[in-house]
């Protein structure tokens, strides 16, 4: 066996350049270490990857900002789809744990390779290519939304924690632009926010937009990075880290502009709290107070915090948003709590250990807000995707999803302040009606709709009157057999969405589920439905629920039934989204 062993180690050494293109030269310097370089014409190599491979790590000699060592699966027997990597300024590929009996070397090419394109979503942004969770540095300038996400750029599961880039001027489409943060020696780009800053309070120049994110290493930190090209091309500040902790967790700051002290406010996770800090000109921050410990969910560790002010009543509240792992509630969510901010301290009017969710449904999560909106509206993103089973998501090349973008909204129920999520106002704008009835009265089942071409991501909309039945629902299906079903019931006063049978379900234990939200006491139920290829999205006058489905192909028919009785089904519209 050792003898064997050696064999294969001299073999591997003595034959120093095995595989060869004209363009691509890979060599081997003993079993699991070699080099790859290309010609100087290639601007970018496809890496074959096979998602169960263990990690390689790959160093690009020569690229200045990308030092970090990536961890990438390269493929042992398999490719399951190919991730580019750009040769622009890099010498050669270090690359380390790796086999050279591996099929990898044989597999790498020049040739671009398409995105896949299974259950992608028509208005659900996903990234072109690798691993997304948390949406970070959202900021809205001249008419452009930008949307940065955790994103990997060489494999599809959570790793190389990035910044990845995109841009929207109706918040329905996405251009997929270059990262703009990668990885460095303070650790991989974790989650935070980006503002715009107008009178340049931090002297990188008037209006540089200034990205605030978790640099993750040994410890996680604070630092900051500017852009003077209106969010394009990033520079990262050179006196990084701008704030450090003793606390092992440590992240996720979202930053805003207060105006009655004019200064900067960070809120960030710090354990199983939030802190809030100040600054004057964004880069030297003062603690303010730390709140949190004695209420809400405990379950997880605190994550991705937002802190703003809405309309409430004849005056205002300020909110809280705090994401975390809630086991008993479905995984991941987002909890909220409304209160009081003076400009150091966040205090809840309620110290309550079950606190509100924002969200309802299993896929929502790390959400927060856009910043520079003009009107003032909180508008959000979360994450549509749940870390019980992020990773084994049923697509290839890419993976996650984010929300549709919400719009917030305090409403007044049962003499309280809840927050509410509707659609953003920008993504109902865009629509084209299929169908519309005025009143339909159902006892048992009627058949509402049946949707022959495909043309991608719908919506509905309808109030459900109950006249004197015990459950109502509407059920989405295909002819596969596969449905999602929305249910009132006025027994329970709740409203449940099941995808025990909504397609794909297998690919983890945890994801078939039924999501369950309180119904307001209304005789009328106001219901809007985004149905888009793989999400079912549901708003109500108080909840939303956000969820994943896979089905097989589209839902494209709708029925709506009853239980003990009749409803009335008033102003039914479906429009194209
Ligand atoms: C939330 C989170 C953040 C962190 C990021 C890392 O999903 O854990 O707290 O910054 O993901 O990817």
């Not at 990997?152 to 929207?168: D, E, I, M, Q, T």
């Not at 030297?284 to 730390?290: I, P, V, Y």
């Not at 509630?329 to 009081?340: A, K």
């Not at 999560?365 to 003032?376: I, K, L, Q």
Request: charged fraction near 20%; glycine fraction near 6%; aromatic fraction near 12%.
């Amino acid at each position: 066996m050792k003898f064997g062993l050696n064999i294969t180690l001299l073999l591997a050494v003595e034959l120093l350049a095995i595989s060869c293109t004209s363009e691509i030269s890979v060599k081997h310097a003993n079993n699991l270490s070699s080099v790859v370089s290309v010609s100087e014409s290639v601007e970018c190599l496809w890496l074959p990857i096979e998602e169960s491979a263990p990690e390689a790590q790959v160093t690009a000699v020569g690229a200045n900002d990308r030092i970090a060592p990536l961890s990438v699966r390269l493929s042992q027997t398999k490719v399951d789809y190919y991730m580019p990597i750009s040769m622009q300024g890099v010498e050669r590929l270090r690359v380390e744990n790796c086999s050279y009996e591996n099929i990898c070397w044989q597999q790498l090419t020049t040739t671009p390779q398409a995105p896949d394109s299974s259950y992608r979503q028509d208005v659900h942004f996903s990234p072109e290519r690798g691993w997304t969770n948390d949406p970070n540095g959202m900021f809205y300038k001249n008419g452009e939304w930008h949307l940065c996400y955790q994103h990997n750029p060489y494999g599809s599961k959570w790793g190389n924690l990035s910044w990845g880039h995109a841009v929207s001027r109706d918040l329905v489409h996405w251009e997929h632009l270059p990262d703009i943060l990668y990885p460095d020696e303070l650790g991989a780009i974790f989650s935070g926010s980006a503002v715009v800053d107008e009178h340049n309070t931090a002297g990188f120049g008037e209006g540089a937009v200034v990205a605030i994110y978790t640099s993750a290493g040994a410890h996680q930190t604070q630092s900051i990075a500017y852009s003077l090209d209106g969010g394009m091309t990033f520079t990262k500040y050179e006196h990084n880290p701008v704030l450090t902790s003793h606390r092992a967790d440590f992240r996720d700051p979202k930053v805003f502009w207060y105006a009655p002290r004019e200064c900067w406010v960070m809120v960030l996770a710090a354990g199983n709290a939030m802190e809030i800090y100040s600054s004057a000109n964004l880069t030297d921050w003062t603690f303010e107070s730390r709140c949190g410990e004695d209420y809400g969910y405990h379950t997880g560790v605190w994550e991705c915090p937002d802190l703003f002010e809405l309309p409430y009543e004849d005056g205002t509240k300020w909110v809280l948003l705090c994401s975390l792992s809630i086991p008993e509630r479905g995984g991941s969510s987002v909890q909220y709590f409304v209160g009081e901010f003076d400009g150091h301290r966040f205090t809840p009017d309620k110290k309550q250990p079950e606190a509100d969710l924002l969200n309802y449904g299993r896929d929502y999560y790390a959400t927060v807000s856009w910043s520079g909106v003009e009107d003032g509206r909180k508008v959000v993103v979360g994450w549509q995707n749940n870390w019980d089973y992020a990773n084994d998501l049923p697509t290839k090349g890419y993976r996650g999803y984010m929300s549709i973008p919400h719009q917030l909204k305090l409403v007044n129920y049962s003499g309280e302040p809840k927050l509410v999520a509707e659609p953003a106002q920008e993504v109902m704008a865009h629509r084209r009606t299929l169908i519309s009835k005025e009143v339909i009265e159902i006892k048992d089942k009627y058949n509402a709709w049946r949707h022959n071409s495909d043309e991608g991501a719908y919506v509905i909309e309808c109030n459900i009157e109950n006249l004197s039945a015990q459950v109502v629902g509407l059920k989405l299906f295909n002819d596969s057999g596969e449905w999602v079903d929305v249910c009132f019931d006025f027994i329970d006063g709740l409203l449940r969405v099941d995808r025990t049978n909504s397609g794909e379900l297998d690919f983890n234990p945890r994801f078939a589920s039924i999501s369950v939200a309180p119904l307001s006491e209304a005789t009328r139920q106001s219901i809007t439905i985004v149905v888009d290829r793989s999400s079912v999205e549901c708003f109500t006058d108080i909840a939303a629920l956000s969820n994943l489905v896979f089905p097989n192909e589209f839902y494209s028919r709708l029925s709506f039934y009853t239980i003990g009785g009749s409803a009335a089904i008033n102003n039914l519209t479906i429009k194209k989204l």
